[in-house]
């Protein structure tokens, strides 16, 4: 099979860094998705959780004979059915929509938006979770193994509500840490098998310790509030136990004693622990300086397109060296300010020592207007809307280069398959080929001399070096009158 064809699942790993990003568009995904969209996924998460407890009860229900941790273990790995739903379906879990805490890092939402999102995703589940309750009710599965599948998810609901405040919040957090973790690891890879692989183990760890889910646990007690208040006497004789053993299983228990804190530990666990923490160490400290990247030129015959454009000019010898540059501590609203009084339209980001760290533009503000429904947070900085995926050039950099770099895109204009087999579009000439291809690279270059900045190329310098190529300069008057004489 040609590598053209290969499926994109055999491509390896990505690195931490490119996880990060993965997570980054996983975070904005949440807050692009329809309030209706965002429910309906939830409530399909929430029966996702609840389907992966019913696994749990049966494969942990009459297992005595078996050692504790070896029967918890097996437990967590059915548990993790869940997960690996969520993950392959789209479902949208709370536990780990708190990643959007992400997409709030980066001022493309505002805490108030954030928080209505977790509200929207933590209703769904609840409702998809309570759904489920009910559907396990009228099927009557608690009387399986004589009663024993019931008495088992009794006592699991039961020692739930028999934590303290903060046993249960520290619960939740342990808990969303290992399911956020496991989330985070499924960025790593395409591949279908890959991802369910890398969650069965961390939700395996956080079933079979004991630690605390809200969503699991809005299955899991309210199933055995029905069992307790809607089982039949029979049944309690079969267990040999009482409806009176459990009754401290209650709605109102239940809210005040684990939903509450374990909610509140879960966020802290995913949005803090692994969401905002990977989001300090991978994107916060990116203010690091932009290296200069060669521009790679086709390897094409000499020919007088050569000769006539003066490839003896460099990047250094048309820039603008009077060029303007912002701070990343800059607020958002002085710098359009300083855009305004300019009439420009972006400008470079430098730090202290001059070096580049990003490209801030008039375009990055609108987007993000439309992103906070033209609302802009308070205190918005440079920093949190500028490029920092900044191409820069060195100021050896020629002319040819400049030009071809910014206008041709080389890419379509000489297309390749994967095995660097001209396609079929080749056979096209390359004027036809030129007249129909767009380029989306950026306005400006910036400059760089042994790593700091000194200057900026824009597609005017280039043109204004390249003007000796047409004829010389005339009169506009002198030139209309010729014309109308004509």
Not at 218 to 245: C, N, Y
Not at 266 to 281: E, F, K, P, R, Y
Not at 422 to 428: D, T
Request: with cysteine; hydrophobic share 45%; charged share 15%.
């Amino acid at each position: 099979m040609s590598s053209s064809n290969q499926s994109p699942e055999l491509k390896p790993l990505l690195s931490p860094k490119e996880m990060m990003s993965q997570a980054e568009q996983f975070a904005t995904s949440k807050i692009m998705k329809t309030t209706n969209m965002t429910i309906s996924l939830a409530i399909m998460a929430g029966v996702f959780i609840g389907l992966a407890f019913l696994f749990y009860i049966t494969v942990t229900t009459g297992s005595t004979s078996t050692s504790w941790g070896i029967t918890r273990f097996a437990g967590g790995i059915a548990f993790s059915m869940g997960l690996i739903l969520i993950v392959l379906m789209g479902g949208e879990l709370f536990t780990s929509s708190v990643l959007s805490s992400i997409a709030w890092a980066n001022r493309q939402i505002s805490f108030k938006g954030m928080v209505v999102i977790w509200g929207k995703v933590y209703v769904g589940n609840f409702i998809g979770a309570i759904l489920l309750v009910i559907l396990v009710a009228a099927a009557g599965l608690y009387k399986l193994d004589g009663g024993q599948w019931g008495l088992n998810a009794l006592n699991i609901a039961q020692h739930k509500l028999h934590h303290t405040f903060v046993e249960a919040f520290a619960l939740g957090i342990l808990c969303n840490l290992l399911v956020c973790l496991a989330v985070w690891l499924t960025f790593s890879t395409q591949n279908a098998v890959g991802k369910a692989f890398m969650v069965m183990l961390p939700v395996a760890m956080f079933v079979s310790s004991g630690f605390e889910h809200c969503v699991a646990n809005m299955f899991m007690v309210p199933l055995g509030i029905v069992i307790q208040s809607t089982a039949p006497e029979s049944f309690w004789l079969q267990v040999g136990a009482t409806s009176a053993q459990f009754s401290d299983l209650t709605l109102s228990h239940f809210i005040t004693a684990n939903l509450i804190p374990v909610t509140l530990g879960n966020i802290v666990g995913g949005s803090v622990l692994v969401g905002l923490a990977n989001w300090s160490i991978y994107v916060r400290p990116e203010l690091t300086s932009v290296q200069s990247q060669l521009i790679k030129s086709t390897q094409l015959p000499a020919s007088l397109k050569e000769v006539v454009m003066k490839t003896n000019l460099t990047a250094v010898d048309i820039m603008n060296a009077d060029y303007y540059t912002l701070t990343a501590e800059m607020l958002t609203e002085l710098a359009i300010d300083a855009f305004n009084d300019r009439k420009i339209h972006g400008a470079p980001v430098v730090d202290a020592q001059g070096k580049l760290v990003g490209f801030f533009s008039i375009h990055d503000t609108m987007v993000n207007l439309w992103r906070q429904d033209y609302i802009p947070p308070q205190g918005q900085k440079v920093m949190d809307l500028m490029s920092r995926d900044v191409i820069a050039v060195n100021h050896t950099e020629s002319l040819v280069n400049l030009l071809e770099f910014l206008c041709i895109d080389k890419d379509h204009l000489y297309p390749n398959t994967e095995n660097d087999i001209a396609s079929q579009q080749a056979s096209n000439s390359v004027e036809q080929r030129g007249q129909y291809i767009k380029n989306n690279k950026p306005q400006h270059l910036p400059v760089l001399k042994e790593g700091h900045l000194v200057g900026v190329v824009s597609r005017m310098d280039i043109i204004t070096a390249l003007r000796t190529i047409y004829a010389a300069s005339l009169d506009p008057v002198h030139h209309a009158q010729t014309t109308e004489t004509a």
